[in-house]
């Protein structure tokens, strides 16, 4: 079936399989690979992506699903050199180890901040619940959003 998305600002035209997950549309038809294949089940968040502005989890849903929408994924959010204020923030404060759930964790708190700009810490724990990371302890991921939250505002 044919599918027209716009991914990252750049409108994308292919033929895919109905059953083709968005997750491995990115990843395997498009190359961007900081959308991460965790659980496939939707537990993990490493998938995350925003749809029209809305996180989803991009491993149970269908690029057909997403016909026609918006998708941004972490490689979207970049100005040219210039860092996504959570993703500096994400830097500065150390909120990542391994990194695998960065991504997700990145597009999940980008949501979130478009829906609360100026969140309390239990907003940030309760808005990233959806995301699991085996390294960090979450403690400085809620740091990093609520950090990064005066600058999303002003951007």
């Known amino acids: 079936m044919k ?13 895919v399989e109905a059953r083709l997950l968005l997750v491995h549309y990115l990843r395997e038809v498009l190359g961007l690979t900081g959308t991460n294949v965790g659980c ?15 996180s989803v989890k991009s491993c149970t849903l269908l ?41 997700g964790m990145v597009m999940a708190a980008v949501s979130l901040l478009a829906e609360h700009p100026d969140p309390t810490e239990a907003e940030v724990r309760t808005g990233l619940e959806g995301n699991l990371c085996r390294c960090t302890g979450y403690h400085n991921i809620v740091k990093a959003v609520l950090a990064a939250a005066p600058s999303v505002r002003g951007r």
């Open 63 to 103: 690029t057909a699903q997403a016909d026609g929408g918006q998708v941004t994924t972490i490689e979207g959010l970049a100005r040219g050199q210039e860092m996504h204020p959570l993703q500096r923030a994400f830097q500065e404060n150390h909120a990542l180890q391994c990194g695998y759930c960065t991504p």
């Open 3 to 15: 599918v027209t998305l716009t991914v990252n600002g750049a409108e994308r035209t292919d033929d």
């Open 40 to 54: 496939d089940t939707t537990s993990c968040g490493a998938c995350t992506v925003l749809l029209d502005g809305e």
